[in-house]
């Protein structure tokens, strides 16, 4: 229920991959307790004259344990077996197990392919859960029952493999408005001129139109009355798809971009500058050419519920994993005041479903439209609110699921009671 986090080091399933963090890859060599210094280098065959990878690897640490090997008790040899080859991690395993299993419960309730959970201390940025959904059969070396061929079975074994918690790439959709606030608060901590109108449009349906866009911003289907006089509050607790598109413009596009990268989301294709200010109002609620992954998205939430600060997700606390320095993303005025709002998504807006749940829970729905497939449905939080001793920032997403809100709100409402039954939350 770990692999995707852990790994596995008997067969090192994936670990050629560069979509993967293992801690048995990446801490190998204080597993091991030496560096091999394992390094590619071709190797000449001397009859065909064929070069071939091969990896070369220094065993010199384990040289005492040769010329020693009749005294086990020599300096040298005590000083390879005793040294430290413990790794200490921020997992809390419970919390885990209870988070995985949860994730695949709501997936295969509404049939769903995929799926991930990330849970992080927000006021230290440690990783507690990381759940991506499936998980590898047999890690990757068996086969499974469901496949005819041996194309399909290696599609199977690649999308189980994905670690869609930390690498998965989704649209966050609504989830993204939060970036859009932060990119407002931080052009104008008082961000009191941002107020848009949305109407009843001439299809029936509910939204706005938005300069140099030459179609209305619509909202979800299921609003059926107009949000009115709409400002950054209401916007939020409502989820006002117009009000984003035209405060993304307002913002501008450099400023923007620069808060999406501080979080390390990606708002635009390549050339950036060039191809933002054409998606821009699309991006302000999470849509166009914006992708995010779940871990990013706790991210985001872990720097509101912590007075806007963003801080470095870390695994481990031992060997060699001191933080970088804490980022100011936000005011914590700003952040206050986004905290507030959040809570509100939950109380009386699109997160009812948790406004039930006895840990009081703010957060923020979303419904991430894909091209010919059902919409992904998310919810990113933190709980409780206010802070108590401890804080937990969390992401889920359930894939082609439909509504955040319907799908997703309870499953982040499974994460944190999980949360509460591991005594994180007391």
């Known amino acids: 229920l770990a692999f995707h986090v852990l790994g596995e080091s008997v067969n090192q399933t994936n670990w050629a991959a560069r ?4 801690v048995e890859e990446d801490f190998d060599a204080t597993l091991k307790g030496f560096d091999d210094r394992p390094l590619t280098v071709g190797v000449r065959n001397p009859r065909t004259g064929r070069v071939s990878p ?8 384990l040289l005492p344990l040769v010329r020693h090997k009749r005294n086990p008790e020599h300096v040298d040899v005590q000083r390879v077996l005793e040294r430290d080859r413990d790794v200490h991690l921020t997992l809390d395993a419970g919390l885990q197990v209870m988070a995985a299993r949860a994730l695949r419960r709501r997936a295969e309730s509404v049939g769903s392919g995929g799926g991930a959970a990330v849970v992080l201390d927000a006021s230290s940025g440690a990783l507690l859960a990381s759940a991506s959904y499936p998980w590898p059969l047999d890690f990757g070396q068996g086969r499974s029952d469901d496949v005819e061929s041996t194309e399909e079975e290696a599609n199977v074994v690649s999308q ?3 670690d869609r918690a930390r690498y ?3 649209p966050p959709g609504s989830t993204f408005k939060l970036v859009t606030a932060v990119a407002a608060l931080r052009s104008d901590p008082a961000e009191r001129q941002s107020v848009f109108q949305c109407e009843r449009l001439p299809d029936g349906r509910v939204g706005g139109r938005v300069r140099g866009v030459s179609h209305p911003i619509r909202d979800d289907a ?5 949000h009115g006089t709409v400002d950054l509050h209401k916007a939020l607790v409502v989820s006002c798809n117009p009000y984003f598109a035209q405060l993304a413009q307002r913002v501008g596009a450099s400023a923007f971009e620069e808060t999406a990268t501080a979080a390390q989301i990606a708002v635009a294709t390549r050339p950036v500058r060039d191809n ?3 998606t821009l109002p699309h991006a302000g609620y999470g849509q166009g050419d914006v992708v995010a992954s779940p871990l990013r998205m706790a991210g985001v939430v872990a720097a509101i519920a912590s007075n806007g600060e963003l801080r470095d997700v870390r695994v481990a606390t031992k060997p060699n994993t001191r933080p970088s320095p804490d980022l100011r993303w936000v005011s914590a005025e700003g952040a206050a005041r986004l905290r507030g709002y959040m809570r509100e998504v939950v109380t009386a807006g699109t997160g009812r479903a948790l406004a039930g749940h006895s840990v009081a829970i703010a957060g923020k729905t979303g419904t991430a439209q894909v091209d010919n497939a059902k919409s992904h449905a998310w919810f990113v939080g933190f709980a409780p609110h206010p802070r108590d001793r401890r804080q937990i920032a969390f992401a889920v997403v359930v894939e082609n699921a439909g509504y955040g809100g319907r799908v ?3 499953l982040a409402g499974d994460i944190v009671s999980a949360a509460q039954a591991a005594g994180l939350l007391r």
């Open 19 to 22: 979509n993967t963090s293992f």
């Open 54 to 61: 091969v990896v070369r690897r220094d065993f010199t640490a």
């Open 160 to 162: 189980r493999l994905l």
């Open 168 to 170: 998965g790439l989704y």
């Open 222 to 226: 299921l609003d059926d009355a107009p």
């Open 276 to 278: 933002l200010p054409r």
């Open 408 to 410: 997703a709100a309870p």
